[in-house]
């Protein structure tokens, strides 16, 4: 067996920092609580840090309930679709026989790529980033390309909803907040990560001792 290293979990996101803990805890629990751990007085240290882990772990599954609602979900998939209405709209408008019109549509489209990944973003940045193509769609110098192609009714269905949208997340956020009180990850995680390390060290000082006992 060899010493255990020192493991840097600043880096880790939340959900990287559970599964490694959750790893963990699967591979030490036996060997701690009903093998030589136990009998090595690694117990207490043991039950420090897995009671921190669990805290952890419930504090992150219940932001993450909170955040995935079925009502988020199913306003954020009419969202999507009402920004894939004004994308068609203007990838048609590319292919159109009409010049003027796959002109505003070949225009209109350097908009929307500065924008095909907003999606990808978590729903904080999403809506900014959908907030941000509607502003730019609705500036002073693009509104006679909107209006040929029939934009307009269908970039303020997507202004609606983002808005909607935003203000269900909001709530989600405070709820959020309100879970913080029992201690928010930052802290649970430095908690967690320090009887980790107790516990390594209590584990690596059984190792050293062995090592040297036999060494006797």
């Known amino acids: 067996m060899k010493k255990i290293q020192?493991?840097?979990?600043?880096?880790?996101?939340?959900?990287?920092?559970i599964q490694y803990h959750r790893s963990v805890s699967v591979l030490l629990r036996k060997?701690?609580?009903?093998?030589?751990?136990?009998?090595?007085?690694?117990?207490?240290l043991w039950n420090t840090y897995h009671s921190f882990y669990l805290k952890e772990?419930?504090?992150?599954?219940q932001s993450r309930r909170l955040e995935e609602t079925k009502e988020l979900v199913k306003i954020?998939?009419?969202?999507?679709?009402?920004?894939?209405?004004?994308?068609?709209?203007?990838?048609?408008?590319?292919?159109s026989q009409i010049q003027a019109i796959q002109a505003t549509g070949e225009k209109l489209n350097y908009i929307l790529n500065n924008?095909?990944?907003?999606?990808?973003?978590s729903y904080g940045e999403s809506i900014a980033e959908i907030?941000?193509?509607?502003?730019?769609?609705?500036?002073?110098?693009?509104?006679?390309?909107?209006?040929?192609?029939?934009?307009?009714?269908?970039?303020?269905?997507?202004?609606?909803?983002?808005?909607l949208f935003e203000t269900i997340y909001n709530k989600r956020s405070n709820d959020l907040r309100s879970i913080e009180e029992q201690g928010t990850m930052l802290q649970i995680r430095s908690k967690v990560d320090k009887a980790y390390n107790e516990l390594v060290n209590g584990i690596n000082s059984l190792y050293v001792s062995n090592e040297l006992t036999g060494q006797i």
């Open 57 to 61: 772990d419930m504090i992150f599954k």
């Open 115 to 121: 924008y095909k990944d907003a999606f990808r973003q």
């Open 31 to 44: 060997s701690i609580t009903h093998g030589a751990g136990r009998q090595l007085g690694l117990t207490a």
């Open 131 to 163: 907030t941000n193509f509607i502003h730019d769609l609705q500036k002073p110098s693009n509104e006679e390309d909107v209006e040929l192609i029939g934009l307009k009714e269908a970039i303020e269905a997507l202004s609606t909803i983002n808005k």
């Open 6 to 17: 020192r493991f840097k979990f600043y880096y880790l996101r939340s959900a990287e920092h």
């Open 76 to 95: 954020d998939k009419n969202r999507k679709a009402a920004f894939k209405a004004i994308k068609y709209t203007i990838m048609a408008a590319i292919y």
